[in-house]
């Protein structure tokens, strides 16, 4: 199976302290893929490093075999958990910028998601409430057709309404040609979405696995695994 | 680059327009009351201080503007969004520069413009006398405040970008790159400024041309060392922002 990531030993230190710890992991193509952890456990500074945003300290990570960079920012689409749209746009405003800089942005695809997201085109950024944001960056990260999505905490602060939404979204989004890592705390409302599974914690993976043969062997759900272990 | 620029415009605009048609309106306005015929000479000048003052005003607000622009992409959450986008840093600070330049160049051409009709109202002898007693080499000094400035905002932006690059995980790391920023500063005026300006200024007297050598006065060379400047820190931060980017 083609691997889209692949990270080797990699680290990331924050002055003295460790964000990550030697992390190894790949992540296959047409999977959807879930860090899971508590907070603080290094799951958006493994996300960052991805999308480019960070350096790593130590290791090797690599997105279609190249370091992140400009070509892996053209095949990646990143969800951050902060509100990182500029300040002065609109909806539409955020369609076009995302249209002009990213040439694998499906307008049509972003439309129909809005639509299914209950948001007018219209609307500012500023004036969007918790969740209607994280229904707009979420619509903006999947109308793109990336090879990898990069999902930080697509559920937190959103209410149950907006979470379906958002979880029907990544749904529909899945494709055999793309991959999806999300990151998240909330797991028993992306269960059922994960093939593969890492539990990170204090910077390193703990445990891993395929969900199904996880829930299997150890008789509960993700959810409750998670609890165990943490 | 194009794309980004319009972005950076668009985001702007109403800002741009303001500044640029308040320094026009303010301009206007005062020229129109020095081109009354009861307005007397000796008030001229005071019209002068006013526009010139305005002038300065929107200058500063362009400089600080013109380091802003970097800033928040740095500092504040927008930066997800512009260290995302598959751009090279050059591009990415290229656009914000432009920006910068072509707000430069507007600014320059109101206030050379209202300052020429302004010195053209003054009485025949005074314009004379001021032509005679100045030894200003107009353009070349134009062009030195220019780049100097230019190169100012660059090397504030050379230093921010430090912040967030190779120094992000260095304790006290904005003082730091203030620290840095002065020390800039010191070594290209003692270290890079002098030797060549000295250099030169032997060899001018040598061959008997006084012009465009000193660099308080502006000159030629002095525009050139300042674009070798420009291109350093060019280079350097827009390297940085592609590959050492820790936001």
Known sequence: MEQVLKTTQLSKYFYQKKALDKVDLSIEKGKIYGILGPNGGGKSTFLKIAAGLLKPSQGEIAIDNKEPGVYTKSIVSYLPETNYLYKWMKIKDALNFFKDLYTDFDVKRARKSLKFMELEEEEKVTSLSKGMMGRLKLTLALSRKAKLYLLDEPLNGIDPISREKIITSILDSYSEKASILICSHLIYYIEKLLDYVFFLSEGRIILSGNAEDLRNKRGMSIDKLFQEVF | MMTLLKYEIYRRWIWLVLRYAALIVIGAILLNRVSSPAYQYEFIGESIGKFALTSLVIFIIIIVEGINMLKEDLFEECGYLTFTIPKKGRTILASKLVLLLLQLILWTVITIGFGSIFFSKLPYHEM?????????????????????????????????????????????????????????????????????????????????????????SGGYTAVFLNLILIAIFFTATAYLLEKKINI
């Open chain 2, 128 to 216: 004379v006398q001021i032509e005679t007693q100045t030894n200003f080499y107009f353009f070349p000094t134009v062009l030195f405040i220019l780049t100097a400035f230019f190169n100012f905002v660059l090397m504030i932006h050379f230093s921010l970008t430090l912040t967030k690059t190779l120094l992000v995980n260095k304790k006290y790391s904005g003082l730091l790159s203030i620290g840095i920023f002065f020390f800039l500063v010191y070594l290209i005026e003692k270290v890079y400024y002098g030797p060549f300006l000295n250099q030169i200024k032997h060899i001018s007297i040598e061959i008997g041309s006084r012009s465009n050598i000193d660099l308080l």
